[in-house]
Every structure is written in C-alpha cells, then in structure tokens.
C-alpha cells in the first residue's frame, strides 16, 4: 500500500528555509521501515545542521547551519553558493560567489580550512589551513566565525546585520 503525506511548515521551522514552502509531500510504502525511511527522507529535505560545524563536519547542497536565535540561515545553496541571509527579510548578507559551479559539499576541514568542493576540485576556501581544531559557528550577531578553538581566524564580517 503506498501513502502520501502533506507537511506543512510549522512554528518548529518558522525561522527556517522552509517557511518558503507551502508543502512538502512525500510517498512511501507501508512496511516495517516505512517509518525510518520517511524520517530519513525528512531530514535530508530539511537540512539543518545547528549552529556549528566540527572538525570533518560538512554542509551538502541545501544543508544550512542557523544561529542559536534562529534569525541567521548558512546555507549550502542548490545552485553551488554558499550564502548568509538574515532571515527577517531574506537579505543576503555574505556569500562565496560559487553559484553555477558544480559543488558537492562545504567541510570544515582538519587542518582548519573550510573548503567548497565541486568538480574537479576545491572551488573556494576560507585560507585558514594550518589552524587544526578550528570551528565554524553561525553567531547570533549575524558573523559566521572559524575558531582556533577560542581566536577567530576568519569571518564573513557581517556583525551587527
């Protein structure tokens, strides 16, 4: 038997991409592992990744990182770049200029380097390599900051937006 659901964004998401969607539906067979398969599905769709990325922690497209206060979205976008919008009114504050290039995903490195990949290689990097232990944080005052683990060493220059 297969199933269609219909969802619709909630309060949960109201700060997230997602409040651009109407709906969301998604099809599955009732089975044992109908439930886990459609959590699966879900948490690809919606791509959120907290507010940090670790060592070795990466962003594929339409993965997003949001700040602690829900007001700022870090966003691997589909089309290739790498953006930060305030949410408020979806101006985009900082990006990496990427768009139309083949990406496959954003990943804070462990040499400190939080590097684009796409085809056939490394596409933009915050040239912060050498900074082991470093991590990327989507801050509540609108700034995307690497660590090295407690002094920045890159940031997209947008606090106070």
Sequence with gaps: MNLSYDFVAGAKYKN???QHEKHLRIF???NSHSRHATLFLMGI???YKGSTLLTNEFLLKEDYL???DGKHQFILQDDGNLVLYRLSDHKALWASN???KAVS???MQQDGNFVIYGYPGPVWASDTNGKPNSTLIAQNDG???IYEPTVPVWATGTNGQ
């Design 16 to 18: 997230s991409r997602l």
């Design 28 to 30: 599955f067979s009732v």
């Design 45 to 47: 769709i919606m791509g």
């Design 66 to 68: 949001l700040s602690p």
């Design 98 to 100: 990427t768009n139309g």
């Design 105 to 107: 995903k954003a990943i």
């Design 143 to 145: 700034n995307v900051v």
